[in-house]
């Protein structure tokens, strides 16, 4: 399957490329766990305006649950900082848990903000965000370092920037280079910028036992492809006694009742 970004994910980028427009000296740095191809989602995000990469890559995180991953992400995050706030997207378009940001946060003793649409402020080491709830919004303060996870409610990433691109387009981890048989030592001596960072389960001094399958208390047992077909439409009288059919019916195949 092709690396893809997370919807939610790029809500989370323009919120960093926001704080970046109004704080001077601000860098972005992304980091995203995955096979070798998921260097593509570094690459798309360089495009937008970050200013690095992370790809956290190795065999031992095949099979994580969110308890492995945000294990995984965490002591990444660990070995790459220093950081002020870590941003993420509510939740990935398979899972669908909105787990690994609030267990990262957890696993680096660090507040978080869940459910943000907006940071507002950022000043005197606090910040200020609009979150999005189910039943409205609210105003919060928070101190950092912190976590926040944003919601898809919040502004959509800005588009590809024609410089950044024509600057980043050569971007590529060491591996992608070997595969293409490329001279990578005289390309990064002379344009650091364009190496992607790869980083493995040596590199973050990360316990096994805590990593893939062996890490995940969650197994997935089988996976089913639902696929909901309309069926033919009935035609109710519009009285009293074909509702009553209808109610009837309904309570026979225990739709309701």
Not at 8 to 25: C, F, M, T, W, Y
Request: charged share 25%; glycine share 6%; proline share 5%.
């Amino acid at each position: 399957l092709p690396a893809i970004f997370n919807p939610e994910d790029l809500n989370a980028l323009e919120q960093a490329l926001s704080i970046k427009d109004r704080v001077p000296g601000t860098t972005v740095t992304i980091l995203t766990m995955g096979p070798g191809r998921a260097a593509e989602i570094i690459r798309e995000g360089l495009y937008r305006g970050a200013d690095c990469g992370f790809l956290l890559t190795d065999r031992a995180f095949a099979g994580s649950d969110t308890l492995a991953t945000s294990y995984a992400i965490s002591k990444a995050i660990e070995k790459t900082g220093p950081y002020d706030i870590i941003i993420a997207g509510r939740q990935a378009i398979d899972g669908d848990t909105a787990q690994v940001g609030p267990q990262v946060a957890e696993k680096l003793k660090l507040p978080q903000i869940t459910y943000a649409e907006e940071v507002l402020e950022v000043s005197n080491a606090k910040l200020k965000i609009r979150r999005r709830l189910e039943l409205g919004v609210e105003i919060v303060e928070g101190k950092l370092p912190c976590v926040i996870t944003v919601n898809a409610s919040a502004p959509e990433c800005r588009p590809r920037h024609a410089k950044q691109t024509m600057k980043y387009k050569h971007a590529r981890t060491i591996t992608e280079l070997q595969a293409a048989n490329e001279d990578y030592i005289s390309l990064f001596e002379n344009k650091p910028y364009l190496k992607i960072e790869e980083i493995s389960v040596k590199d973050i001094d990360a316990d096994m036992q805590w990593l893939g399958l062996t890490g995940s208390p969650t197994k997935v047992k089988s996976i089913e492809n639902v696929v909901l077909e309309a069926k033919d439409a009935r035609h109710i009288e519009n009285n009293d006694a074909g509702i009553e059919t209808m109610i009837k019916e309904l309570m026979e195949n225990h739709t309701i009742g």
